[in-house]
């Protein structure tokens, strides 16, 4: 791992912030690629698709919840 730029930043926050947002932005790019497999008549990939969705949507609400409360804590 080490080719990978290391974050901009040095906030915990932050990092918080861009791993949200990529689980975020997978459960939508997942949507597409299972939408496609069903198309095709392909269900099994589209299970699969969904899966993986379901796991990415799980850790946005996650990461959610815990930036709220980090967000929270820190004006209390």
Do not use: C, H
């Amino acid at each position: 791992m080490a080719n990978e730029p290391q974050s901009p930043v040095k906030d915990p926050n932050y990092d918080l912030i861009a791993v949200l947002e990529k689980s975020l932005q997978a459960v939508f790019q997942l949507e597409t690629y299972a939408k496609d497999a069903e198309q095709n008549g392909d269900t099994e990939l589209a299970e699969w698709f969904r899966r993986i969705q379901e796991n990415n949507r799980k850790a946005g609400d996650q990461g959610s919840e815990l930036l709220l409360k980090r967000l929270q804590n820190r004006s209390a």
